[in-house]
């Protein structure tokens, strides 16, 4: 036996208190049993490491534990953020009651009356035995209360309407905001209490009160959508114990949050086929192949700095794709106002939805609408060149399963067989080329003239295509005819 691995009772006297016999052996879990600096831990076999150390508990409510990478860890707390009335309340009340089963939850309730979440949660379905509640704005006395039920989950329902009468500012204002969390931390910590902060947000997204609330917990979520319709989406900023890539996908009903069984369908159900600027891209979120439709807009501008709006993608990948399609595609959107959203405001982060918005955008200004079995995915590079994605056979199954049968894809993407018909494409202009979306550069190029020209080459236009440009079929709209203004 080496000295190292020493149980405790041959250490013999203790060097605190210099008793004899009364040490005791206690195994450190939360490190795994692994080497700690300086100390005299033994390697472990890789193999027989735990595989979940942080012995998250799922929550029962699949999506958010989709989220939380399986659950809620015991002494984590986590900040639940989103705009006022989004659903921050139904959730986690449902979540409150579905863990119960596991050991006792309690809701502190500091902005509705016990009354009101009873009838909620009666509404929902979500009555159970084990889920407490103490309705109090008061910190001191939601300390107490959970000190004396000992829950497995507590839900402080807002941490801007709790505050510790001991200090002299504001109930929600950044000091109450700051030392109720910090204190409601502590507690999570000492008792391994998992703890849920619900924290508003304002209109422009900033979560209420002080950022240094993120830092101080373990766990970021943002509960988003469009409060006038039925989908919600679930994201975590920050996670100390898993990814943040994954999204949690629910529907508002009568009864509640209810996690979508299959989102890309319901993603795809209000999709109104045949217009310009529209085409659907499938994205990888987390580990879940989602089918979203991009939509563009393009308009004439009126002023020199064009408006770049964008919903759903990061506004600098817009501004990149609109510089790439200018410099490699020959279509100038210098003189249109450019809206880009993403349908049922999901946000997509992965560059493969670059092709589909490039596309959307050549849709839109050339008028021409894309077929809707049509789906695309890439990452556009610099040069204009399409890139290779990640699963891109996982993408193809999901926009198969959903009845698409043709894809624009990167160059060296494998036919997946079956009834799906692969295009691939070496460069975004060939891409448009394909989908023959051709006429954006004839209108982009138009519009250019008209800024740059002369009246009379304006009022040349106004009445018949500039030389060069193909008549346009009949029943197209006769786009580069209507750009004349001012
Ligand atoms: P709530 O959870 O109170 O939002 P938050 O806590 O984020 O402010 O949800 C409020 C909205 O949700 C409210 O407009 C009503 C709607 N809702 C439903 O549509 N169905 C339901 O079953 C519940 C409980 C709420
Ligand atoms: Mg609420």
Known sequence: MQCGTLAP??????????????????????????????GGALPVPLAGVATDPTGSRATGIGELDRVLGGGLV???????????????????????????????????????SAEQVRRRAERLGALVN?????????????????????????????????????????????????????????????????????????????????RTLEHLVDT?????????????????TKHRYGTTGEIGLFEMGERGLVGLIDPSAVLLADRHRGVAGSIVAPVI?????????????????????????VQGIPPARLALLVAVLERSADISLRSFDVFVSTVGGIKVVEPAIDVAVALALASALSGVA?????????????????????????????????????????????????TME??????IAEAIGVL?????????????????GAAGQTEGLRGRPAAGNPIQPAGRPRIGLSVVRD
């Open 285 to 309: 979120e987390g580990r879940r192949p989602l089918l979203v439709e991009v939509q563009a807009l393009v308009g004439e501008t009126r002023s020199s700095s064009p408006r770049r709006v």
């Open 220 to 236: 970021v979520l943002s509960f988003e959508g469009d409060r006038h319709h039925a989908l919600r989406h679930l994201s975590a």
């Open 130 to 210: 084990g889920c407490y509640i103490v309705a109090t704005g008061d910190l001191p006395t939601a300390l107490e209360a959970a000190g004396s039920l000992q829950p497995a989950l507590l839900v402080v329902d807002s941490i801007q309407t709790i505050g510790d009468p001991s200090l002299t500012s504001q109930v929600g204002s950044t000091t109450q905001v700051r030392e109720c969390a910090q204190a409601l931390a502590h507690f999570a910590k000492v008792t391994g209490t998992a703890t849920v902060l619900v924290g508003h947000v304002t209109k422009d997204g900033v979560l209420a009160g002080p």
């Open 9 to 38: 009772q041959w250490v013999g006297q203790c060097p605190g208190c210099r008793s004899w016999g009364s040490l005791i052996e206690e195994v450190d879990r939360a490190r795994g049993g692994g080497p700690r600096p300086g």
């Open 436 to 452: 023959g979306l051709g006429d954006a550069r004839r209108r982009a190029r138009a519009r250019t003239v008209v800024q740059g």
């Open 74 to 112: 015991p002494g984590s707390v986590t900040l639940l953020g989103g705009e006022p009335g989004i659903g921050k309340s139904t959730l986690l009340l449902q979540a409150a009651a579905s863990a119960a089963r596991n050991g006792p939850t309690l809701l502190v309730a500091a902005e509705e």
């Open 422 to 427: 692969v295009v691939q494409a070496a460069t």
């Open 370 to 418: 894309i077929p809707e079995n049509v789906v695309a995915f890439g990452e556009i590079g610099l040069g204009g060149e399409i890139r290779q994605t990640r699963s891109a056979g996982r993408r193809l199954s999901e926009a198969a399963r959903l009845g698409f049968d043709r894809a624009v894809t990167p160059a060296s993407t494998p036919s997946p067989g079956g």
